[in-house]
């Protein structure tokens, strides 16, 4: 009779277990999923700008028709990135070609800074088996953290780490790894501001890292300046 109640005890530990884990992989994929939507959230048109130490690039960030771009001049040029469901599709407007950006020139940087192709897709929301690491505080806002790691080599991280803001769905950090499991790049949301009574990113950190030794060698900002006319 002992044993077995021993055994019951046992499974039943197990499953809980089981039922746990399965738990924490749906919440990261559900987390990571509304991320994705929260750009989506409102309809807006934005002055915007890079900014690398003295250089500024000015350009419209757009969010409409469930897509977001970034339309820059001199030359002109609009990435544009759209999201339908669990896909996300980045282009590239130069004059009147559209085409898709190819996996090739994802590291490719974004008019010289730090920003890559690849950041600005944000297609590692949609590698699968994100991994719930637990909660931190990212800037006083409590943020879910989770890891993803690359399907494929055809990324410039092999992983990836964000902090999603509990209450928006905001991505607030967005760290990458290389292949030996150091910090390359942290993409960090410095401050927000409302713009027509809705919460919206002010200011954006890119800061590339030194893997051997974790010291920020560059820094480009994202800011956004206000309503577009």
Request: hydrophobic share 40%; aromatic share 6%; with cysteine.
């Amino acid at each position: 009779m002992l044993k077995t109640l021993q055994k019951i005890i046992c499974c039943s530990i197990a499953l809980l277990q089981t039922a746990i884990i399965h738990a924490e992989d749906f919440s990261a994929a559900q987390i990571i999923s509304d991320a994705r939507l929260n750009p989506l959230g409102n309809e807006i048109t934005l002055n915007a700008q890079l900014r690398a130490g003295s250089v500024k690039v000015p350009f419209i960030l757009a969010v409409k028709d469930r897509s977001v771009s970034y339309t820059f001049e001199n030359p002109d040029q609009s990435i544009i990135l759209a999201m339908d469901g669990e896909v996300s599709r980045l282009s590239e407007s130069l004059g009147a070609d559209v085409k898709p950006v190819s996996l090739t020139r994802l590291s490719e940087s974004v008019r010289g800074g730090l920003i890559t192709y690849e950041d600005l897709s944000l297609g590692f929301l949609h590698w699968p088996d994100p991994k719930l690491l637990g909660e931190e505080t990212v800037r006083t806002r409590r943020a879910w953290k989770i890891e993803i790691s690359a399907p494929s080599a055809s990324s410039q991280y092999a992983a990836v780490r964000v902090w999603v803001d509990k209450a928006s769905s905001a991505l607030l950090r967005i760290e990458g790894y290389d292949s030996e499991g150091k910090l390359s790049k942290r993409l960090e949301v410095v401050s927000a501001r409302k713009i027509d009574g809705c919460w919206m990113l002010k200011q954006m950190r890119v800061e590339r890292i030194d893997p051997s030794n974790r010291k920020t060698t560059g820094i480009t900002y994202l800011e956004v300046l206000g309503k577009a006319n």
